[in-house]
């Protein structure tokens, strides 16, 4: 019931299929049927009053009455950063237990699809072996198993369902992998069939470059700045070359989220365990460790900041979600609040996770309230709503330092330093 599962869940059945979401928290389930998600999400609810009404979705703990009423189970559990880097197992397992508790009674095939983010090698040593042991059935005779990877944003998870670039199947069984082909037949995307572990790796690979990318731009970007270069312009001449493309080169504060720097740490780790090397993906990580510092270190050259009050604008890793896993303004309200700071934080969506993290912040109702008497603003995210700050709204402010860590005001009005512009 997190952004995969649910956002997957209303895609499919979206698509037409009936669908059965099972959870284990009874507020969700509760939620869910009434229609209202527990996650923000662009459309979600909207899609959700639509499906209940039609009556071609529904909410449970009860997983064994999902699996007997259904021809295909999609494992969509969360796997956390361990300490060590790699991914937490314990949902993948317990998911595999149960699901395959609830096909011991079950008639008839039923296919099992991991959707988490598993690292190569994961479903077939790991769920599989679990899934058979716990069911007494075995996989490719009793039952089919499929990988079927992710590859949702926040907040635009369900647009990114809907409209998916390809459909990665990873099969243990060729007849599973065209059922599940069969499934998603009327999203008219490239279809990838592959093994099970190369359909795990598609995943991490993908994610891995999306961050290489960043970083790379992120040090294209640092010299730009020594060199008076907007690196914008530069991402622009680039981005026409298609075996660039626009995308994903905005410099900036650098990434965080919930899988950007998992999926990362969990190659790197992988590779580790396996005897290969990850040179340039540790690069990677320590070049994005350095950039979200970087946007303090450029405050602090400009003004001590005991006891100064600091506006902090976005909390979330982006905008568009209330996600503020692994954000880069996690790191500089530390820095901030250890340097003696005040801080006075804004965000449309994220306030509320951010002051579970941070209760002697400050939390303004508006950016307007934020930027009152405020010593210097730090700028952490795109919200449409602070491109269209007015020299006006940062007149209120009693400093004149301006620090973006996003592009976001139009180059008309270039007068704010950014992170590296
Ligand atoms: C990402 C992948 O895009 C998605 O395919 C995968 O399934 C999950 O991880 P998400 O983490 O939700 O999605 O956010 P995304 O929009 O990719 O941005 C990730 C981070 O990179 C954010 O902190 C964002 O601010 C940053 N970013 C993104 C940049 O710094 N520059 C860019 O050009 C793009």
């Known amino acids: 019931m997190g952004y995969v599962g649910l956002c997957s869940a209303v895609g499919l059945a979206l698509a037409g299929h009936d669908v059965i979401v099972v959870g284990r928290t009874q507020s969700k389930i509760e939620s869910i049927n009434k229609g209202k998600s527990p996650i923000f999400e662009e459309g979600l609810d909207e899609a959700l009053a639509k499906l209940l ?25 969360g796997t956390p950063s361990a300490e ?30 991991v959707k988490s983010t598993v690292v190569p090698g994961t479903t077939e040593q790991c769920a599989i072996p679990i899934i058979e042991a716990s069911s007494g059935k075995k996989a490719g005779k009793d039952f089919g198993v499929c990988m079927n990877p992710e590859f949702l944003r926040e907040g635009k998870a369900l647009e990114d369902f809907m409209k998916p670039d390809r459909v990665v199947i990873g099969e243990f069984d060729k007849e599973s992998g065209d059922v599940l082909e069969g499934v998603y037949s009327s999203f008219n995307a490239p279809v990838v069939r592959v093994p099970l572990k190369t359909a795990e790796m598609i995943k991490y690979a993908s994610n891995s470059f999306l961050a290489t990318k960043i970083s790379f731009m992120n040090e294209v970007a640092n010299l730009c700045k020594k060199l008076g270069i907007d690196v914008y312009d530069v991402a622009k001449g680039m981005g026409h070359d298609k075996r660039i493309g626009h995308r994903f080169l905005n410099a900036g504060v650098g990434f965080g989220g919930s899988c950007f720097p998992k999926d990362v740490s969990a190659l790197i780790h992988l590779a580790k365990k396996s005897g290969s090397k990850a040179d340039l993906l540790e690069t990677v990580m320590s070049v994005n460790e350095k950039q979200k510092r970087k946007i303090v270190d450029i405050l602090k050259s400009k003004l001590d900041l005991k006891g100064k009050k600091i506006a902090i604008l976005g909390l979330a890793f982006k905008d568009g979600t209330d996600d503020i896993r692994d954000a880069p303004s996690v790191e500089v309200l530390n820095e901030l609040l250890k340097s003696g700071a005040h801080v006075s934080a804004y965000d449309p969506k994220a306030a509320e996770n951010m002051r579970r993290v ?56 270039a007068k704010f330093e950014g992170v590296c512009w």
């Not at 071609?56 to 259904?70: G, H, L, N, P, R």
């Not at 880097?85 to 296919?111: F, P, R, W, Y």
């Not at 603003?377 to 209120?396: G, H, N, R, V």
């Open 53 to 77: 009404a039609q009556g071609k979705f529904s909410a449970t703990s009860d997983i064994a009455k999902a699996v007997e009423a259904s021809d295909l189970t999609f494992i969509c559990v």
């Open 358 to 413: 941070f209760p002697n912040v400050s939390y303004a109702k508006s950016a307007g309230e934020a930027l009152t008497g405020a010593d210097a603003c730090l700028i952490m995210t795109e919200w449409p709503e602070f491109a269209k700050l007015t020299d006006k709204d940062f007149s209120a402010m009693k400093g004149k330092i301006v620090i973006e860590g996003r592009r976001l005001l139009d180059k008309s009005r």
């Open 84 to 113: 060590d880097g790699s991914i937490d197992l314990t949902d993948i397992k317990k998911a595999s237990e149960d699901v395959g508790k609830a096909l011991t009674g079950k008639q008839g095939h039923h296919i099992i699809i």
